[in-house]
């Protein structure tokens, strides 16, 4: 989807704080909460068209603006910051920033830009005011946390400046706050976990992995959150589904019974499976639908193949962030930038899993899984998907003019164009996947994503890639191989990748391009490498 272009007199106060890369694992079970900067709501009218009440006026604006700078300082070694747009009810995108223009959440749904929002209110009477910050989730738009603090009309950036410190240090530190959130969130709703975006968090074991047809085995189901925690009260669905817009596959090849479980106190469920006549093959895929603790709607997922087909149980999940600046790009002050000629970021986050079912397997397996049949290949390998869900982000901020400005009292006069591209995976566009293990050795990794806003499109995003290659001997890069020895697994050897690898690359302060790429990649194999 290509989103509409705004053409404002703006301020790129947080298009250069944004997407930035340095964000650590400091949250509940290691994730990194995804924080939205909006801006205050000003809810004071104009003072006047010229002088002294005029910058006191537009100064009223800068209180949140220097509030989220001073909690982008004190908080990214935790917090992922990112940039909000306005959404119309025709689904267009617009970024929209200015002096004096202020883009807020609305009342709905905001988990587009982030897992929870920053925002504010200023108000005035006479000339006293009060500068309050809220912290809330995105979905639920509880409030996490809270600041007001109180201040004297003032056209003085520095006393401005004040203010806003001192609210941004009632709020700091985010991460602390959102951690005790969700975790209250979890102890007074049974449906909520810590954990989401499809993660194969049930665990499907059945008392027999080989069924003939019409055969029939007992199963359980184990549901534990991402930090151990026993999920008790979860409903268990086994048909297919469409969750947030992605489609999450149901049980083939056969019939659960009964329809629907529910966990028990230590988060466990039976169930019976059993195999539709003239089946050889059958899978058992599980999911159930949860709420994050910012009131966001996800599901977890699981799957189990029943069979005696060989076969590779492919689970991916990956994330890159990105920033590109070119021109002049050195940050001297809070209210003082050199202005760079163009700023773009780019955000990913893709999860599949599936089933690979090759042929003419010997010692070695060369794997390569097309979105659709590839004309002149050879290969009759299968793949079936459990999940395929993903997403990317592109900002693209092209300056007017470079130089240096103050902010102080008067404001910004640069014209940029702001450029928003949005995609997201579909079941009727798998993503090309590559791999290679050779003396059971996992040798190499590679994926094309498929987007259709991104196919065959190079403007959807340009300079930063479609996909990734991957070589056992790349740096920051982690390969492993190992037996599975337990006697009751299906599965024979298991691969694993795990990277988590910062970008950065730069000449001087004319061009500067840093990101973060992080991949969990694991590869179960029912084949033990011999012949």
Not at 70 to 95: A, H, M, W
Not at 183 to 196: D, I
Request: proline share 4%.
């Amino acid at each position: 989807m290509k989103i509409q272009l705004a053409f404002v007199t703006t301020v790129f106060f947080f298009l250069f704080l944004v997407y930035q890369s340095n964000a650590q694992e400091c949250g509940n079970c290691k994730l990194t909460p995804r924080v939205a900067n909006y801006d205050c709501d000003v809810q004071v009218p104009k003072l006047a068209d010229t002088g002294e009440a005029l910058l006191q006026w537009r100064q009223l604006y800068w209180l949140g603006k220097h509030a989220n700078a001073f909690l982008y300082q004190s908080n990214r070694g935790c917090i992922q910051f990112t940039q909000p747009v306005l959404v119309d009810e025709k689904g267009n995108e617009t970024l929209v920033v200015g002096e004096t223009h202020t883009m807020l959440p609305g009342s709905g749904d905001a988990s587009q830009s982030g897992d929870y929002v920053l925002t504010g209110s200023v108000k005035l009477s006479g000339t006293k005011g009060v500068l309050h910050l809220e912290l809330q989730s995105a979905c639920s738009r509880k409030i996490v946390s809270a600041a007001s603090v109180p201040f004297n009309l003032s056209s003085e950036s520095s006393y401005m400046q004040e203010i806003a410190q001192q609210a941004a240090s009632q709020l700091s530190p985010l991460i602390e706050k959102i951690k005790q959130f969700e975790l209250k969130e979890r102890q007074e709703n049974k449906q909520v976990a810590l954990t989401g975006f499809f993660s194969e968090e049930i665990k499907v074991t059945p008392q027999k992995g080989k069924l003939k047809p019409g055969e029939e085995t007992e199963f359980t189901i184990e549901i534990k959150d991402c930090d151990g925690q026993p999920l008790k009260e979860m409903q268990i669905e086994f048909t297919k589904a469409t969750i947030a817009g992605f489609n999450i596959e149901g049980t083939t090849g056969g019939i659960v019974t009964p329809s629907k479980l529910m966990t028990d106190a230590a988060g466990r469920a039976k169930g019976k499976f059993k195999m539709g006549t003239g089946n050889l093959n059958a899978m058992i895929s599980a999911h159930s639908l949860v709420k994050k603790p910012n009131g966001c709607s996800d599901a977890f997922v699981g799957s189990v193949e029943i069979g005696t087909t060989p076969h590779l149980k492919v689970n991916l999940d990956y994330a890159l962030y990105g920033t590109t600046k070119m021109g002049l790009v050195s940050q001297t002050q809070v209210d003082t930038f050199q202005v760079g000629v163009e700023n773009s970021s780019f955000i990913r986050n893709h999860r599949a899993i599936l089933y690979y079912y090759p042929v003419n397997v010997s010692q070695d397996i060369n794997a390569n899984i097309f979105p659709t049949s590839m004309r002149g290949m050879p290969d009759n390998s299968k793949s079936a998907y459990v999940l395929d869900a993903g997403f990317y982000n592109f900002i693209n901020k092209l300056s007017g003019n470079a130089g240096l400005d103050k902010v102080s009292n008067s404001g910004f006069k640069e014209k940029d164009t702001s450029l928003v591209f949005a995609g997201r995976a579909r079941s009727s566009s798998r993503p090309e996947i590559h791999f290679n293990i050779i003396k059971n050795k996992l040798a190499n990794f590679s994926i094309e994503f498929n987007y259709p806003e991104e196919k065959d499109n190079e403007e959807a995003h340009p300079g930063y890639p479609t996909g990734f290659i991957i070589e056992s001997d790349d740096p920051g890069t982690k390969f492993t191989s190992r037996k599975i020895t337990d006697p009751n697994s299906r599965y024979k050897m298991e691969y694993k990748v795990i990277i988590s690898r910062k970008i950065d690359n730069s000449n001087g302060e004319v061009y500067k391009t840093d990101g973060l790429e992080e991949l969990v990649l694991t590869i179960l194999s029912t084949y033990d490498g011999s012949k």
